[in-house]
């Protein structure tokens, strides 16, 4: 019974999520549109996300490197990791972990905010006064992360490898010129592209799930409480599905 329960709320949440995307997508480009509350969401969103990501990011590119030398090291090619960090931050880790890291932080604050405005009746008071909430609520959280996420991506790929550099310069011996030189030999157009690519795919997932959970609680703070949890898994989950087939669909162009 649990596991038929659990399926059931998994249809209603992909069911619910595809009818709130069309009802955003017609919004997104319809006039009016709210410019200072997207801007407002973005300094929200992007900027108060940049701590959270920016560590993540530099210390995943630490690890990487030192994960990566002490392989390499067993064939005497640890110098050469500079190829290795570049390519896994800017094709995987970096869209993937910032996505990840985003969900958990704005996602749940998204269902959180939208929540506790639906089981106090501030969403029914907005369609009371022939006010959209649709516009009003979801369309400048769903713009605002979809600007944001790429951003922050790009420059966690840039402290990523500016962490793999931290590694190669101060344990392995390298040189500065070296490292840049290997990291951005094999990069091209295509593997920045595919990774930015997904990163709208990640912000859509996030903004979408996040605020369906929160104009769809109920049951007072408990109900607040279970749309922002959900919406952290929902969107892991989501982030790192979409990914695999994201992957498959850039590689085989």
């Not at 959270?52 to 002490?70: R, W």
């Not at 979408?208 to 749309?227: F, L």
């Amino acid at each position: 019974m649990a596991s038929a329960a659990r399926l059931t709320q998994v249809f209603e949440l992909v069911g619910g999520a595809t009818r709130l995307t069309g009802q955003t997508l017609v919004r997104m480009v319809t006039p009016p549109f709210e410019v200072g509350e997207v801007l407002r969401q973005l300094d929200r969103i992007g900027v108060g996300s940049l701590n959270l990501t920016n560590i993540t990011a530099l210390f995943t590119g630490m690890v990487l490197a030192l994960q990566i030398a002490h392989t390499l090291a067993a064939f005497g090619a640890s110098l050469y990791m500079g190829e290795v960090v570049a390519m896994s931050l800017v094709r995987e880790l970096g869209p993937v972990l910032t996505a990840l890291m985003v969900g958990g932080r704005v996602g749940s604050g998204i269902a959180a905010e939208l929540g506790s405005m639906a089981v106090t009746e501030q969403v029914d008071a907005l369609r009371s006064m022939a006010a959209d909430p649709v516009r009003k609520l979801v369309v400048p959280r769903v713009w605002a992360t979809l600007l944001a996420l790429p951003l922050l991506t790009i420059l966690a790929d840039a402290l990523g490898i500016i962490g793999g550099l931290l590694i190669a310069v101060l344990q392995e011996g390298s040189t500065p010129t070296f490292y840049f030189r290997h990291a951005f030999r094999l990069m091209g157009f295509d593997d920045i592209a595919s990774g930015i690519g997904k990163t709208f795919f990640f912000g859509w997932l996030i903004a979408i799930i996040g605020c369906y959970n929160g104009v769809s609680a109920r049951g007072g703070a408990d109900g607040v409480g279970r749309a922002a949890t959900d919406t952290v898994y929902a969107s892991a989950i989501g982030v790192l599905v979409a990914d695999f087939f994201l992957t498959k669909l850039f590689l085989a162009f």
